[in-house]
């Protein structure tokens, strides 16, 4: 199951780690302390005028991009699949830092529903949505369709893995290809109220969380390029239904 319990206290703070680990052709792994966001699509944060260039949520910066609002945009997807729902939805998500998001990964849990959206990002500007229905452990499998990274091809298939609780937010992906593992990358950390003095500690502590998750990237990108694994050319991404 997806939910573990009862749902955080939201807005919250979602402080723990990232890890990235690549297996073939070539071994690279890393991992860094971050933070996300998680909040309520019914109620997302406005803050305070001196902590707003801190943490902005934008329409258009998630799914079509049309609004008026993150959850009309979400409602509009799923009805273009054939689902009519209206409950609560909890996002998980990189705010915008003083102009500036990136959001490899968003995860958007679709309460009471067997349903959850994982929107990908990549670099070039693009995104993609999976609708997904995890199994009884919070596990889904769904075929790669989109070009994330210039060292991996569109092939293969992801499996995610969703853990939503008071204590624990944990985001799992692999891609595999055949019975191996190509690529793995996790977020796992523990949420707390976003009151004013954690939004303050929270950017204090670990500044420029987008910026710095874009930075991270390219250097890293810069590494493997480094180490001669071949670039990939990227594909045209075509408009996604439900999201025109």
Same mark, same amino acid.
């Given at each position: 199951?997806?939910?573990?319990?009862?749902?955080?206290? =939201?807005?919250?703070?979602? $402080?723990?780690?990232?890890?990235?680990?690549?297996?073939?052709?070539?071994? !690279?792994?890393?991992?860094?302390?971050? /933070?996300?966001? =998680?909040?309520?699509? &019914?109620?997302?944060?406005? +803050?305070?005028?001196?902590? @707003?260039?801190?943490?902005? %949520?934008?329409?258009?910066? !998630?799914?079509?991009? !049309?609004?008026?609002?993150?959850?009309?945009?979400?409602?509009?997807?799923?009805?273009? !699949?054939?689902? &009519?729902?209206? *409950? @609560?939805?909890?996002?998980?998500?990189?705010?915008?830092? =003083?102009?500036?998001? %990136?959001?490899?990964?968003?995860? %958007?849990?679709?309460?009471?529903?067997?349903?959850?959206?994982?929107?990908?990002?990549?670099?070039? *500007?693009?995104?993609?949505?999976?609708?997904?229905?995890?199994?009884?452990?919070?596990?889904?499998?769904?075929?790669?369709?989109? /070009?994330?990274?210039?060292?991996?091809?569109?092939? *293969?298939?992801?499996?995610?893995?969703?853990?939503? *609780?008071?204590?624990?937010?944990?985001? #799992?992906?692999?891609? +595999?290809?055949?019975?191996? $593992?190509?690529?793995?990358?996790?977020?796992?950390?523990?949420?707390?109220?976003? $009151?004013?003095?954690?939004?303050?500690?929270?950017?204090?502590?670990?500044? +420029?969380?987008? #910026?710095?998750?874009?930075?991270?990237?390219?250097?890293?990108?810069?590494? +493997?390029?480094?180490? @001669?694994?071949?670039?990939?050319?990227?594909?045209?991404?075509?408009?996604?239904?439900?999201?025109?």
């Amino acid at each position: 199951m997806t939910v573990v319990g009862e749902v955080p206290t =939201l807005p919250a703070i979602v $402080t723990g780690f990232v890890r990235h680990g690549r297996s073939i052709p070539i071994r !690279h792994a890393f991992r860094y302390r971050v /933070y996300q966001w =998680l909040v309520d699509l &019914d109620d997302v944060p406005q +803050l305070p005028w001196y902590l @707003r260039p801190l943490a902005r %949520f934008g329409v258009r910066d !998630h799914l079509g991009g !049309h609004g008026p609002t993150i959850k009309a945009d979400l409602l509009r997807y799923l009805a273009s !699949h054939g689902i &009519d729902y209206g *409950g @609560r939805v909890v996002m998980l998500a990189n705010a915008r830092v =003083l102009g500036h998001v %990136f959001d490899p990964l968003t995860v %958007f849990w679709c309460l009471d529903s067997p349903y959850v959206v994982a929107e990908v990002h990549n670099t070039y *500007g693009e995104r993609h949505v999976y609708l997904l229905r995890p199994d009884a452990d919070g596990t889904a499998v769904t075929a790669k369709e989109f /070009y994330v990274s210039p060292f991996n091809d569109v092939s *293969g298939d992801y499996r995610l893995r969703f853990e939503l *609780g008071r204590d624990r937010v944990r985001v #799992q992906v692999s891609l +595999l290809r055949g019975d191996r $593992t190509a690529f793995g990358a996790s977020f796992d950390g523990v949420p707390r109220p976003a $009151t004013r003095r954690a939004v303050l500690a929270a950017a204090l502590r670990m500044p +420029l969380m987008p #910026q710095r998750v874009s930075a991270l990237i390219r250097l890293h990108g810069l590494a +493997l390029l480094a180490g @001669r694994l071949p670039v990939i050319k990227r594909p045209a991404h075509p408009l996604q239904k439900g999201l025109r």
